[in-house]
């Protein structure tokens, strides 16, 4: 497999066609995600994670997302917290 044309991105690797579909692939696009509201807050945020595997890096359609915040900011559990009340 030949590399996209990027330039480089540290460490010497260059990322190639093949493994962006291959990582798009492996995550779980949130819009398949369904949760019942009927459940209590803890199980919902349970069930969340379960179906996205991994809350820190999804996709949304054609997208990746990777979940980043602020040191001083709101955590990650906190925002989830939130989202799901």
Same mark, same amino acid.
């Given at each position: 497999m030949t590399s996209v044309g990027f330039p480089n991105l540290g460490k010497g690797r260059r990322p190639t066609?093949? @493994?962006k579909d291959k990582i798009m692939r492996e995550l779980v696009d949130i819009n398949t995600v369904r949760i &019942? @509201? &009927?459940?209590?807050?803890p199980e919902r945020i349970t069930?969340? %994670?379960r179906q996205i595997k991994n809350p820190y890096h999804y996709k949304? $359609?054609?997208?990746? %997302?990777?979940?980043k915040h602020p040191e001083? $900011?709101?955590?990650f559990t906190e925002c989830l917290i939130n989202f799901m009340n």
């Open positions: 066609l093949w @493994r &019942d @509201r &009927d459940l209590p807050q069930e969340y %994670v949304s $359609g054609k997208f990746a %997302v990777t979940e001083n $900011g709101a955590t």
